[in-house]
């Protein structure tokens, strides 16, 4: 990012009302290009998200050798080299602030024989890349550069003929999980992950929609065991994009929170593992109804009509983390402004997002009046009961969620909030000032 930071504001809003359709699901939308580059043809996307995010994905598809052309709106036609002919790039491959980018083409270049560089901004630069370069170099890649700690810029040299294994992740990752399938669709043989507890799945959808040989079981208790038969000839398929529930939830809880309220959120994806908040947010009493429930692009998607709600606070389930890991941040946010406690268990992996969501939360809510505690893992909110001060000047650390989150906050909070930084937003959501603005917030 470059240029100076931009400081916003929310001011304590009028009620919001009137309906909003979220941008493209970003996770969807960085493999609907890399499954393109992937397959040799034409795959057409409809309702890509157009963040800088996807954009320095769709640079690096074009940079292995894909012909990548925007049609129109969300509209991208991606012509495709296919496993096992892709170009090596001749400049180093940029994700900027985007660990899913990063991570899921060092999967296609770790199964490919070519050499690439990859680096980032401030932010990814400090994010843990070894838990992509382990698996990696077990399948025949090498790192042959790396900054401290496994952190990029890296050279990585994948492996020409990648050997297939059975990799168990130490964590919850979908992004651990893709990388090593993505690298597993050049091996010969068969590639294994299993995870710990189910993360989501849209590589794993994506790779049988293409036509890969694909099998998921469940594994233990809340795990799963995905098995990939390599070297599947991926066929294009037409992709339309469905309304991304990470961007979705800013609405949701601003909806929410903000006194007499009433809004539609438009076509939101429901797949199971990506609702996590929805279900967080019935838990503590939000009035929100799922209405015509559908089936778009292979997912299921619905209309939610939300109103304001006195809520309460809960106690969330670690198990419940993978299914709502972006939202956190702003599921503090409600947390706030509910009546009592909520103790949201397990978020480990909160330390090593776009920032240290875990530190960047509490401190945000304590300079808004709030009291959080972080215990070991868990982060303990008292709420306000709807009255809730704000007035702070929250620090973002080039975290985008942490900028709409604290936005959304000062739309309810009685003398409103200041990020210090709202550039990151157009990583994710280029478009959440207008579209929160036609709902009547007021920022500044
Ligand atoms: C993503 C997976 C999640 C999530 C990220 C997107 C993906 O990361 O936080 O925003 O598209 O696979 P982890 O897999 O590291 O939990």
Not at 82 to 87: F, I, N, Y
Request: aromatic content about 4%.
């Amino acid at each position: 990012m470059e240029g100076a930071a931009e400081r916003l504001s929310a001011q304590a809003s009028g009620p919001l009302r009137g309906g909003l359709r979220p941008p493209g699901d970003k996770s969807i939308s960085h493999r609907a290009l890399i499954f393109g580059l992937l397959s040799v043809g034409v795959t057409q996307i409809e309702g890509l998200l157009e963040g800088e995010d996807v954009l320095n994905t769709a640079k690096a598809c074009r940079a292995l050798g894909a012909r990548v052309e925007r049609l129109g709106p969300g509209r991208w036609r991606v012509e495709g080299c296919g496993v096992g002919s892709l170009l090596a790039p001749s400049q180093t491959l940029d994700f900027g602030n985007s660990g899913t980018g990063m991570r899921l083409m060092m999967g296609v270049v770790g199964g490919h024989d070519l050499t690439a560089r990859f680096d980032g901004d401030a932010s990814l630069r400090k994010r843990p890349m070894r838990r992509i370069l382990d698996p990696l170099e077990l399948m025949g890649a090498r790192t042959l550069s790396q900054a401290e700690g496994g952190r990029c810029p890296i050279e990585l040299k994948g492996a020409a003929e990648p050997l297939p294994i059975e990799y168990r992740s130490p964590v919850a990752s979908a992004q651990v999980k893709s990388a090593v399938l993505l690298a597993g669709l050049n091996s010969p043989g068969r590639t294994v992950v299993i995870e710990p507890e189910a993360s989501r799945d849209h590589t794993e959808k994506m790779l049988r929609y293409f036509g890969a040989d694909v099998a998921v079981e469940p594994f233990g208790a809340e795990g799963r065991k995905i098995t990939l038969e390599g070297r599947p000839e991926l066929r294009p398929k037409p992709i339309v994009v469905p309304g991304d529930p990470s961007s979705a939830a800013f609405a949701l809880v601003a909806g929410l929170i903000a006194p007499g309220s009433e809004i539609v959120i438009e076509a939101m994806m429901m797949n199971p593992l990506r609702v996590g908040l929805l279900t967080t947010l019935l838990e503590m009493g939000a009035d929100v109804e799922i209405l015509d429930r559908r089936e778009e692009g292979g997912e299921e998607v619905a209309d939610l009509r939300v109103r304001a709600s006195a809520l309460h606070g809960v106690d969330v389930p670690a198990g419940r983390a993978p299914s709502m890991i972006d939202e956190y941040p702003v599921l503090t946010v409600a947390a706030a402004f509910a009546r009592g406690t909520t103790r949201m268990r397990g978020l480990a992996e909160l330390r090593v997002k776009e920032s240290d969501r875990l530190e960047a939360v509490a401190a945000g809510l304590r300079a808004c009046g709030l009291e959080p505690r972080i215990e070991g893992d868990d982060l303990i909110v008292e709420g306000r009961a709807g009255d809730v001060r704000g007035g702070g000047l929250v620090k973002t650390h080039l975290d985008h969620r942490i900028a709409m989150s604290f936005l959304v906050l000062g739309l309810a909070a009685r003398e409103g909030v200041a990020i210090d930084d709202s550039r990151m937003i157009a990583t994710s959501f280029p478009t959440f000032r207008g579209e929160m603005e036609r709902l009547g917030a007021r920022f500044s």
